[in-house]
Structure formats: structure tokens, C-alpha cells
């Protein structure tokens, strides 16, 4: 059974950097695509950034790129997003999430390709 579990999340003071580390298992994921979305209160879920786990390969959304850095350690099937330069609009409930579907077969930012999702983690940036 395949299982994602997000952890690293917290508060933090806008400019200040955080980590949110995925840790996978079920399975083996070097095929998979791993993203992370994002959900602030009264939006709807958004893309953050997703990486073709074999490949490296990486793509975010507008809002984050240039901040965020994902990443993937294959030794302990663990995904990661260092998040720098940290804004009070980047406060949400942070969801990782995993896709057998290969990278060039559909958008890595479609939530539809995803088909496994962890619970979340609250990140809160004060201004």
C-alpha cells in the first residue's frame, strides 16, 4: 500500500526558509512523479512543484519558482521542498502527492495524475 507522509512544517516569519520533507512507501518510486500542492484557507488547492523521480528533471509554478527547490533522496525514499524567502501569501496546508503516470504524459501540475496524497502540513508565515 502505497503511503506519503509530509512532515516539517510550522511557523515561521516572512523571509525565513523551512524544509518539508515527503517520505514515500509502498513501493518502488524511481517511475514516479512526486508534487507538492498547496491549499491556503478559502482557495483551492494549487501546484507548487513536481519532480520526475528517475530523471531529476523539476517543474514549479510562477509563485514559487526561484524560492522553492525540490528534491528527492532515492536512498530514503523521501522527497523534499526547501522553501526560502518565505511570504505571508506562501501560508498553507501543503500536500505531497505521488503519480505512476510518466512525467511527459500529463502536466505534473494536473492534481488529476496524482494518485496518492498525504495528509498535509500546515505552513504559516507571519508578516
Known amino acids: 500500500q502505497v503511503q506519503v507522509v509530509e512532515s516539517g512544517g510550522g511557523l515561521v516569519q516572512a523571509g525565513e526558509s523551512l524544509r518539508l520533507s515527503c517520505a514515500a512507501s509502498?513501493?518502488?518510486?524511481?517511475?514516479?512523479?512526486m508534487g507538492w500542492f498547496r491549499q491556503a484557507p478559502g482557495k483551492e488547492r494549487e501546484f507548487a512543484a513536481a519532480?520526475?523521480?528517475?530523471?531529476?528533471?523539476?517543474n514549479y509554478a510562477d509563485s514559487v519558482k526561484g524560492r522553492f527547490t525540490i528534491s528527492r533522496d532515492s536512498a530514503k525514499n523521501t522527497i523534499y521542498l526547501q522553501m526560502n524567502s518565505l511570504k505571508p501569501e506562501d501560508t498553507a496546508v501543503y500536500y505531497c502527492?505521488?503519480?505512476?503516470?510518466?512525467?511527459?504524459?500529463?502536466?505534473?501540475?494536473?492534481?488529476?495524475?496524482?494518485?496518492?496524497w498525504g495528509r498535509g502540513t500546515q505552513v504559516t508565515v507571519s508578516s
Open positions: 502527492a505521488a503519480s505512476g503516470l510518466p512525467f511527459s504524459a500529463r502536466s505534473p501540475a494536473d492534481a488529476v495524475r496524482y494518485n496518492y
Open positions: 509502498g513501493r518502488t518510486f524511481s517511475r514516479y512523479v
Open positions: 519532480i520526475d523521480w528517475s530523471s531529476g528533471v523539476t
